[in-house]
C-alpha cells in the first residue's frame, strides 16, 4: 500500500499492525480507553437482538430522544462489515479504533501525533512539536509540510477520497496550495474538524471499503 521510504518510515510514519480479534493492545493503566469522561462515542445505543431492532414501534412506545439512538435506528450500514481500522471513539487526546489501539497525542516525546489511515491500514503520522512542527494555523488556515503531503505520492493505489480532520475547531479551512496538491494526484477531499471527519470516515469506509483514507490531526489542536 505504501511504498518503501526509509525517511517517511523511520521519522514520520509508525504502522499500527491489525491484532487478530482474539489478541487485544495493552496500554498504560492510566488510560482508560473505555471511559466515558473526555470521550465521545462515534456509536448509539442499540437492542440486543435483530428482532427487537426491526420491529415496528408500536403506539404505546415512546421515540428515542437521543439523536445517536434516532440515527442508529435508521442505520442502513448497520450490520455491514466495518474496516479493520474503524474508528470506535475519539477522545480529548486522541483515537480509539476498533482493533483496540489508541492512537494518544502528544506522545511521551512531546510530538503532535496525528493519525492516517489508508485502506485497513492504520499509521501514527509524527507531526513535529512546537518547535517543529509539519503543519502550520494561521488564525483559521491550516497548511501541511511537504514532508507530509509527499507520503500521498508514494500510495498506490491511491484513496479516491480523503478525508481531512483540521483538529478541534470547526471553523478551520485548508491551505488552497494543499488543495491543489491532492487535486493534482486525483484525489478528492472531505474536510472537516476531527471529530466530524471521523464519523466521515467511518461512514463511507463501511459503505466503500478499500477506496477511503482519512488524515485527521489530534482532536486537542
Not at 482493533?99 to 485497513?120: A, T, W
Not at 512546537?130 to 494555523?137: N, Q, Y
Not at 481531512?164 to 491551505?175: A, F, P, Q, V, Y
Request: no cysteine.
Amino acid at each position: 500500500m505504501l511504498q518503501s521510504s526509509t525517511q517517511f518510515t523511520n521519522t514520520i510514519l509508525r504502522n499500527i499492525k491489525i491484532l487478530p480479534p482474539k489478541q487485544f493492545h495493552t496500554t498504560s493503566k492510566r488510560f482508560n480507553l473505555f471511559d466515558k469522561l473526555g470521550s465521545k462515542s462515534l456509536q448509539g445505543s442499540l437492542p440486543k437482538d435483530t428482532e427487537t431492532l426491526l420491529r415496528p414501534r408500536s403506539a404505546k412506545q415512546v421515540a428515542p430522544t437521543n439523536p445517536a439512538d434516532i440515527l442508529t435506528q435508521n442505520d442502513i450500514l448497520m450490520y455491514s462489515n466495518k474496516p479493520l481500522n474503524y474508528i470506535e471513539s475519539i477522545k480529548t487526546n486522541g483515537f480509539h479504533l476498533n482493533n483496540n489501539f489508541f492512537i494518544k497525542s502528544p506522545n511521551l516525546e512531546g510530538e503532535v501525533i496525528g493519525l492516517l489511515l489508508v485502506g485497513s491500514e492504520t499509521f501514527e503520522i509524527k507531526l513535529g512539536n512546537k518547535d517543529s512542527a509539519m503543519f502550520e494555523i494561521n488564525n483559521h488556515i491550516v497548511t501541511f509540510n511537504d514532508l507530509i503531503l509527499n507520503i500521498f505520492k508514494k500510495l498506490h493505489p491511491k484513496p479516491e477520497i480523503l478525508i481531512i480532520g483540521l483538529g478541534k475547531k470547526t471553523s478551520r479551512i485548508m491551505n488552497l496550495k494543499n488543495k491543489s496538491f491532492f487535486n493534482n494526484l486525483g484525489i478528492n477531499l472531505e474536510i472537516s474538524d476531527s471529530f466530524n471527519g471521523g464519523q466521515i470516515f467511518d461512514l463511507l469506509s463501511t459503505e466503500r471499503p478499500g477506496v477511503i483514507g482519512a488524515l485527521l490531526l489530534p482532536p486537542n489542536v
